[in-house]
């Protein structure tokens, strides 16, 4: 089990997958939608064996999801870094409320939907000084996997993050029919194929259907590319089955 993030890596080969190393969880994570069809919670799924190192598709063609087969090789991957290498500071924009100021960097979305219920995170930002609206902004901006969204309390000028171990999620979207992002958690340092590290921070997502116009980082691509690794809750359900 990964203890501290320090010892935890995730390191990008040029045109090829990510090695990860620190004994980093992997396990899959299922968003999970109400009736009106927004996603409402994030559900647990299949866990992996532990490993202190292994490698991770990143081109979406292995035949061994959601580990790195070499496909991408054969499948001539290009996978250029795009991403920008500036602060996520510099690049969000402020929305402004009484209690609360939301950053919100969208060239990170991952297109996880739970920023949509309730009015949305942002007029729920705006309507901050009703103590409801302000529970609901921080938990739906708390949800938002890739770190794209934020809320601040205007009163301590910090930044309003869940608590997230070293780990990596393998997201799974059953409302889409899709597979998406590694959703790495807790701080875990990313590096460049470059060898340059990503500014670290609490929560990314990391494109692995090899689609993303944002690479490394996901930009919500495999839902029009229908990326699936194959998981279960993305099977069609049987007759009878609920
Ligand atoms: S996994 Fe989201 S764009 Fe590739």
Same mark, same amino acid.
């Given at each position: 089990?990964?203890?501290?993030?320090?010892d935890?890596?995730?390191?990008i080969?040029?045109?090829?997958?990510? @090695?990860?190393?620190? /004994? %980093?969880p992997?396990?899959?994570?299922?968003?999970?939608?109400?009736?009106?069809?927004?996603?409402?919670?994030?559900?647990?799924?299949?866990?992996?064996?532990?490993?202190?190192?292994y /490698?991770?598709?990143?081109?979406?063609?292995?035949?061994?999801?959601?580990?790195c087969?070499?496909?991408?090789? &054969?499948?001539? @991957?290009d996978? *250029?870094? *795009?991403?920008?290498?500036k602060?996520?500071?510099?690049?969000?924009e402020?929305? =402004?409320?009484?209690?609360?100021?939301?950053?919100?960097?969208?060239?990170?979305?991952?297109?996880?939907? @739970?920023?949509?219920?309730?009015?949305?995170?942002?007029?729920? *930002?705006?309507? =901050?000084?009703?103590?409801?609206?302000?529970?609901?902004?921080?938990?739906?901006a708390? &949800?938002c996997?890739?770190?794209?969204?934020?809320?601040?309390?205007?009163?301590?000028?910090?930044?309003?993050?869940?608590?997230?171990?070293?780990?990596?999620? %393998? $997201?799974?979207?059953?409302?889409?029919?899709? /597979?998406?992002?590694?959703? $790495?958690?807790?701080? $875990?340092?990313? $590096?460049?194929?470059?060898?340059?590290t990503?500014?670290?921070?609490?929560?990314? *997502?990391?494109c692995?259907?090899?689609? /993303?116009? &944002?690479?490394?980082?996901?930009?919500?691509?495999?839902?029009?590319?229908? @990326?699936?690794?194959?998981?279960?809750?993305?099977?069609?359900?049987?007759?009878?089955?609920?």
């Amino acid at each position: 089990m990964a203890k501290n993030a320090r010892d935890c890596k995730v390191v990008i080969a040029e045109n090829g997958p990510y @090695f990860i190393s620190g /004994s %980093l969880p992997l396990a899959k994570e299922i968003i999970v939608c109400d009736r009106e069809g927004i996603p409402a919670k994030w559900g647990k799924g299949k866990r992996y064996p532990l490993k202190k190192e292994y /490698s991770l598709c990143r081109c979406g063609q292995s035949g061994n999801k959601p580990y790195c087969d070499g496909a991408h090789a &054969n499948a001539g @991957f290009d996978g *250029t870094e *795009t991403a920008s290498r500036k602060k996520y500071i510099t690049r969000a924009e402020k929305i =402004s409320g009484p209690s609360l100021i939301l950053t919100d960097c969208k060239e990170l979305c991952a297109i996880a939907r @739970f920023c949509e219920k309730a009015g949305g995170v942002w007029q729920l *930002t705006v309507d =901050s000084g009703d103590p409801k609206a302000r529970k609901k902004a921080i938990e739906e901006a708390c &949800n938002c996997p890739s770190g794209r969204l934020v809320e601040w309390d205007r009163k301590t000028g910090k930044p309003i993050e869940p608590k997230l171990k070293p780990s990596i999620s %393998l $997201v799974e979207d059953p409302d889409e029919k899709v /597979s998406g992002p590694l959703w $790495v958690k807790g701080g $875990v340092q990313i $590096v460049s194929s470059d060898g340059e590290t990503y500014e670290i921070r609490n929560r990314v *997502t990391l494109c692995r259907c090899g689609r /993303s116009g &944002n690479k490394p980082f996901c930009n919500g691509m495999h839902i029009d590319a229908g @990326f699936n690794d194959g998981d279960e809750s993305l099977k069609p359900k049987k007759k009878g089955s609920k």
